[in-house]
């Protein structure tokens, strides 16, 4: 069934290090976003992307975290170095537009970081 | 800065009575708006989305819009206890940027 994986599911590192997420949209979709979740913030958008062009992460710390969409069935978002804050979950989702969108989401990976 | 107001809850609903959700948003530009369902430890599922003043209905479901007053709500009819659940609401809106902003959620409790 149609659906939007992302790996890995759970992560633990420690404060310094790299961290990769993947996500791999539902086919035909053609927007991708990638939201973080915490208790206290709520769900945030970190960055999008329309045909693999990125529209706009000013949701990101841009001096640590960075997004890409190296082909139409993979995108990633990486933590370098990572830090204790930013242990959350991290979604992405996937839509056929970036108005109006419809976004379906993956189950998401929960980050933490020590 | 554009803020989209839910109540946090809990709110509890008798099984089969009707569930009522609200969200209030600031910006009257916003354009398209959206309930989500997140069960805890999942992600969130569409459940709506409505883009002009008025109803909209989908099963049990029914979105209102009401722009001029700046709200949008759902209603669950015959609630049921797998209704349990967070309902997040996301404001749509495009100027300069896209963006869209999401609502902190309402937890919602069916007592069987």
């Known amino acids: 069934d149609a659906r939007v994986t992302q790996t890995p599911r759970h992560k633990v590192t420690e404060m310094g290090q790299e961290v990769t997420m993947r996500c791999q949209p539902i086919?035909?979709?053609?927007?991708v976003f990638w939201y973080r979740q915490t208790m206290m913030q709520g769900l945030e958008l970190l960055a999008y992307?329309?045909?693999?062009?990125?529209?706009?992460d000013s949701g990101m710390p841009k001096d640590r975290f960075s997004a890409e969409m190296p082909d139409a069935t993979l995108a990633t978002l990486k933590i370098q170095p990572s830090e204790p804050r930013d242990s959350a979950v991290y979604f992405c989702a996937s839509g056929l537009a970036v108005m109006n969108t419809e976004a379906f989401f993956g189950q998401g990976t929960r980050l933490t970081v020590v | 800065q554009k803020e989209v107001e839910q109540n946090s809850g809990p709110l509890s609903v008798p099984e089969g009575a009707i569930a009522s959700l609200n969200c209030t948003y600031s910006?009257?530009?916003?354009?398209?708006f959206f309930w989500y369902r997140q069960y805890s430890g999942k992600s969130p599922e569409l459940i709506m989305s409505?883009?002009s003043n008025g109803d909209k209905e989908d099963g049990r479901f029914t979105a209102q819009l009401n722009k001029a007053s700046q709200y949008v709500s759902l209603l669950i009819r015959d609630s049921q206890p797998s209704d349990s659940a967070t309902y997040l609401c996301a404001v749509e809106f495009m100027d300069s940027n896209y963006q869209l902003i999401w609502g902190a959620g309402t937890k919602l409790i069916i007592k069987p």
């Open positions: 910006d009257r530009g916003s354009q398209s």
């Open positions: 086919l035909g979709h053609n927007t």
């Open positions: 409505i883009y």
């Open positions: 992307f329309r045909n693999r062009a990125p529209l706009d």
